[in-house]
């Protein structure tokens, strides 16, 4: 079984920037998709950025697009986001998940393993 442990989470300022990391334990075998999500108060969990194994495919939700960029160390089975250019409305728990086929896009269907999640909060 896999374990997935965020770390990198949170206070920031407005404008500011955090990495978030995701490093994973245990089967790790088969994670052709490793993604970022988040769940704000009050809202569905939503996806933030995909990538896959290969590195040849990224997905950011618009509202990251620009700001945010994922990255992943295969050796390590470690997962990584950058988040620039930080806003109030980015305020929410992130968690890592990994799945093993490979996923597009934002849909949080069809993903295996989650991580309990690390908290992102932004003041303005």
């Known amino acids: 079984q896999m374990q997935l442990a965020e770390s990198g989470g949170g206070p920031v300022q407005a404008g500011g920037s955090l990495r978030l990391s995701c490093t994973a334990s245990g089967a790790t075998a088969n994670m052709f998709s490793m993604g970022w999500f988040r769940q704000a108060p009050g809202k569905e969990r939503e996806g933030v950025a995909v990538?896959?194994?290969?590195?040849?495919?990224?997905y950011y939700a618009p509202s990251v697009a620009g700001r945010f960029s994922i990255s992943r160390d295969n050796a390590k089975n470690t997962l990584y986001l950058q988040m620039n250019s930080l806003k109030p409305e980015d305020t929410a728990m992130y968690y890592c998940a990994t799945a093993p086929m490979r996923r597009y896009g934002s849909t949080t269907l069809g993903w295996d393993n989650w991580g309990q999640g690390t908290q992102v909060t932004v003041s303005s």
């Open positions: 990538i896959h194994d290969s590195g040849d495919y990224e």
